[in-house]
């Protein structure tokens, strides 16, 4: 269960939704810290760190990716974007800008709070009895959730280290969107293939020497990904 | 043309008779001046010849004399007696001057035949209207030429005018069209005719004011759906924690929470209906392909539907099969119908996917239900056509869109969908067929 005291920072200028999610997410026994703007989200967080943050894309003044951007800059702190059902490039840019998952409005808070506890299962250190893996200069060790290339160690948000585990659990073998989806996010079939996509995409540019001709991370047409040494 | 071709006939009608006539009459008027010399000097003559080619004839006429004796005298052999009809002869010999158009060897003639009764002689004249008649043909050909010239260049001028004339209604007509085909933004171009700009302006502006009217509207159905969103959502929130309190409310209000649960999730279903409704409306829709396992695909749709426990059947040919199709939208159409199946149908019997023979597969939702009738086959796709079974305004009823989402979708796909009445017993069933390419 989730630990008493997770502070969620929720940045939506319509007050309506800010009282909704609010209203729903106390429920859940959380703390929601309320910005309706993007420049109070980022001063909010640079006094006091939230353990999620949820930020709708529209806002006024900077918008949620300029936020998003900024908060990867600094932390790997989780995010959930929100985006209006109606523009589908939202989604594949506000997980490049950094966020961990999306959701579109209206959500059901029920839905919300999913999401929530999902990004702070992932937050927590994975079982640690796995043991490190080495891939030529990649390595993993899960246990203390770090990362290195070459030596030296890259910053991955918990998203992205979760799913390099994923991979890395049957070197070799090729996942399918939907089982990463599926073991990655919590979701079932009808889970959204963008996410892994992106998170692929970003893991790239993290890991590889070369993000456009992977070593390791590569893509089988037709069927997935798989890594590779 | 008829006018001009009735003018010619008219005009030769007219011209023809009176030169007939005239000619009649001149020639007349020189045969009984010419037999009054005949009557004179013709007792006196000894050679009745010679006295009548020394008479006034042009060459085209022929003298002829009968002396009181019953002699015929004729300069020219061709022309005696015989060239005479003989009704003319008759009437001359009962003393009646008389003139007779015929035919000689072919050729038209006019002979005239004047009485001497004094003397018991008659003068004759045969008169070549050839030449008369070769002027004639001639005009006749003339007018005839020039009516046929005159009808052409009529015609042609005429065709060639309305064609002009035309062509801009043509363009018209097909723009119309165009924009009736929902290509709202044809316009017209403006061209050289300074006529028809106004036409072209009139047009243009028509058409956009009926795009930007049209696009109004689509906004409207959009822009009030999202509108309705947020307040949906906040009572949605109000109504879900009041759910998660459920067991401290008294009976009668745990009841009113049932009832306004239910009714804030209709009413949220309706507006994100209506939205993706709304987005047919205004064009903007977009199928997003992915590559999708087809059979795994319907199994995971049926399971997450609102009728997890219906038997899938797959046709073995299509096991490991991937298409290319929008994961979503086919989502929703199984979906809608299983929905379906269960509001109306009792609930549904069975999904099956079957390969269709011509390439394309086939996907049938079946109930044991009522069944649709014919008539309403095609109604039930319509927006906001309900069940008509009498009595069917429950609280489990939906709005009317899920059809016509699902009709919307599958028309996306380049697909078509249809319902049959099950032939093994009672119920509907439900075809969606999709033209994808089976890899």
Known sequence: MVAVGTRILAVEDDERIRIAVKMALEDEGWTVEEAATGEAALDSFGRHPADVVLIDIMLPGIDGFEVCRSLRRVSDVPIVVVTARADTHDVVAGLEAGADDYLTKPFAPKELSARIRALLRRARAPDPATPQLNFGDLEIIPEAGVVRLDGSEVHLTKTEFRLLCELASSAGRVFSREVLLERVWGYGYFGDGRLVDVHIRRLRTKIETDPANPRHVVTVRGLGYKLQG | ?439
Do not use: C
């Open chain 2, 1 to 439: 043309m008829l006018l001009s071709a009735l003018l010619a006939l008219a005009t030769f009608a007219s011209t023809r008779s009176s030169l007939l006539q005239q000619r009649e009459s001149a020639a007349l008027t020189q045969v009984f001046s010419n037999a009054r010399i005949v009557r004179d000097r013709l007792p006196s003559e000894t050679d009745p010849i010679k006295l009548l080619q020394s008479l006034q004839t042009p060459s085209s006429s022929h003298p002829i004399a009968l002396d009181d004796r019953g002699r015929w005298h004729a300069p020219d052999p061709l022309f005696g007696q015989n060239a005479l009809p003989e009704a003319l002869r008759d009437a001359v010999s009962n003393d009646t001057p008389s003139r007779m158009r015929y035919a000689l060897r072919g050729e038209p003639y006019l002979a005239v035949g004047v009485p001497l009764p004094n003397e018991g002689a008659a003068y004759f004249e045969v008169l070549e209207l050839d030449e008369l008649e070769d002027t004639l043909r001639q005009l006749s050909l003339s007018l005839t030429g020039a009516a046929m010239l005159t009808t052409m260049a009529g015609a042609g001028l005429g065709w060639w005018a309305s064609r002009r004339a035309l062509r801009p209604l043509a363009d018209v007509g097909q723009a119309a069209e165009a924009i009736a085909g929902g290509r709202l933004d044809t316009r017209l171009a403006a061209g050289n005719d300074a006529d028809l700009s106004v036409l072209v302006t009139s047009f243009n502006g028509m058409a956009q004011a009926l795009q930007d009217r049209i696009e109004r509207d689509a906004r409207f159905a959009s822009d009030v759906s999202h509108e309705l969103r947020s307040p949906l959502m906040t009572l949605s929130a109000a109504t879900e924690l009041l759910e998660t309190r459920r067991d401290e409310l008294p009976q009668r209000a745990q009841a009113a929470l049932d009832l306004l649960s239910a009714e804030v999730a209709r009413f949220q279903q309706l507006v994100e209906d209506l939205l993706e409704i709304s987005r047919f409306d205004a064009g903007a829709v977009r199928l997003e392909l992915d590559d999708v396992r087809l059979a795994e695909f319907v199994l995971q749709a049926v399971a997450a539907s609102s009728a997890p426990g219906v038997p899938v059947e797959v046709d073995a040919e299509l096991a490991g099969v991937v298409v290319r199709a929008d994961k979503r939208r086919l989502g929703r159409v199984i979906a809608n119908l299983l929905d379906n199946a269960g509001r109306y149908g009792g609930g549904a019997t069975r999904v099956a996917l079957r390969r269709v023979d011509d390439g394309g597969v086939l996907i049938a939702v079946e109930d044991a239900g009522p069944g649709v009738p014919v008539s309403d086959r095609h109604y039930i796709f319509e927006r906001f056509a309900r069940g008509g079974v009498s009595g069917r305004r429950g609280a489990g009823e939906g709005v009317g869109l899920g059809l016509a989402l699902v009709a919307e979708h599958v028309r996306l796909h380049g697909g078509r969908v249809w319902v049959e009445n099950r032939a093994e017993g009672d119920g509907a069933r439900f075809l969606v067929e999709l033209p994808v390419a089976v890899s």
